[in-house]
């Protein structure tokens, strides 16, 4: 997958937010490889209690139905005839993801190497997820980026979560920073729509979501993973601009 070509011409580019003032970052799946995690977490407790008859979900329906989504969401998804039983179930199976990432969180590959490039700059950065809260500072503690991310938006301490742009809205206001000099960075369908509807261009990672919903979503472009060539062409792009504030000062 190349660039969206179709799309860019519209909105901005990387290199048009010279000079860049922030960077957000969704955190499952963004940060760190961690949709595996969830895809069997739900598929062991739903087939457990003999949901879809017990046939174990697939990947299409964990796409379609989960990734990315707020947790009332996919319980509304799940349950629609017992919202309160779908709450508990997740609260459950939220327990069981926190398990299992805590034995086996990878990073996605490069993702040391961008943060390093955004220190450097002196940039703003934000985490905003969809995750619950004990997932999210689990994920992002586990990860050692702490220190890393100024602050942590979560879609439940906004009105509306992903794909709505509020949680990505609140980012930019928490920061002190404009939506045109900030990019975002997400792995998701309802996350890239949330990052566009806030007026950002979004880099989309490719790491498990098919590359055609994800551009159907209208990333600036698609990367598999924060070493790919055509994010750092842009990076580099970016820094001959005018960089960052505190570079450009």
Same mark, same amino acid.
């Not at 450097?120 to 586990?142: D, H």
């Given at each position: 997958?190349?660039?969206?070509?179709?799309?860019?011409? /519209?909105?901005?580019?990387?290199p048009?937010?010279? *000079?860049?003032?922030?960077? $957000?970052? #969704?955190?499952?799946?963004?940060?760190?490889?961690?949709?595996?995690?969830?895809?069997?977490?739900?598929?062991?407790?739903?087939?457990?209690?003999?949901?879809?008859?017990?046939?174990?979900?697939?990947?299409?329906?964990?796409?379609?139905?989960?990734?990315?989504?707020?947790?009332?969401?996919?319980?509304?998804?799940?349950?629609?005839?017992?919202?309160?039983?779908?709450?508990?179930? !997740?609260?459950?199976?939220?327990?069981?993801?926190?398990?299992?990432? /805590? @034995?086996? =969180?990878?990073?996605?590959?490069?993702? &040391?190497?961008?943060?390093?490039?955004?220190?450097?700059?002196?940039?703003?950065?934000?985490?905003?997820?969809?995750?619950?809260?004990?997932?999210? @500072?689990?994920?992002?503690?586990?990860l050692g980026?702490?220190?890393?991310? #100024?602050?942590?938006? =979560?879609? /439940?301490?906004?009105?509306r979560?992903?794909? &709505?742009?509020?949680?990505?809205?609140?980012?930019?206001?928490?920061?002190?920073?404009?939506?045109?000099?900030?990019?975002?960075? @997400?792995?998701?369908? /309802?996350?890239?729509?949330?990052?566009?509807?806030?007026?950002m *261009?979004?880099?989309?990672?490719?790491?498990?979501?098919?590359?055609? $919903? $994800?551009?159907?979503? #209208?990333?600036?472009? !698609?990367?598999?993973? &924060?070493?790919?060539?055509?994010?750092?062409?842009?990076?580099?792009? !970016?820094?001959?601009?005018?960089?960052?504030?505190?570079?450009?000062?």
């Amino acid at each position: 997958m190349t660039t969206g070509e179709n799309s860019v011409q /519209s909105k901005k580019s990387i290199p048009d937010l010279a *000079p860049l003032e922030a960077v $957000l970052f #969704d955190v499952d799946g963004t940060l760190c490889d961690s949709d595996p995690l969830h895809h069997y977490a739900f598929r062991e407790m739903l087939q457990e209690i003999g949901f879809n008859n017990g046939v174990p979900i697939d990947e299409e329906f964990f796409v379609e139905n989960i990734a990315g989504k707020h947790n009332h969401d996919i319980a509304m998804r799940l349950f629609p005839d017992d919202i309160p039983r779908g709450a508990k179930f !997740l609260e459950d199976k939220e327990a069981m993801f926190r398990r299992l990432a /805590s @034995e086996n =969180l990878p990073p996605i590959k490069g993702l &040391y190497k961008l943060t390093k490039w955004i220190e450097e700059r002196g940039l703003k950065r934000a985490a905003v997820t969809n995750a619950p809260k004990q997932n999210a @500072e689990m994920m992002i503690s586990k990860l050692g980026l702490k220190a890393f991310f #100024d602050v942590v938006i =979560l879609g /439940s301490d906004c009105e509306r979560a992903k794909p &709505y742009p509020d949680p990505y809205l609140k980012a930019l206001e928490v920061l002190k920073v404009s939506k045109d000099h900030t990019f975002v960075c @997400e792995d998701s369908v /309802s996350g890239i729509k949330a990052g566009v509807a806030a007026g950002m *261009p979004v880099v989309g990672l490719a790491t498990r979501n098919p590359e055609n $919903l $994800l551009m159907e979503a #209208d990333p600036t472009f !698609l990367v598999k993973d &924060y070493e790919d060539p055509k994010l750092w062409a842009a990076l580099e792009e !970016l820094d001959k601009k005018g960089g960052s504030l505190k570079t450009a000062a």
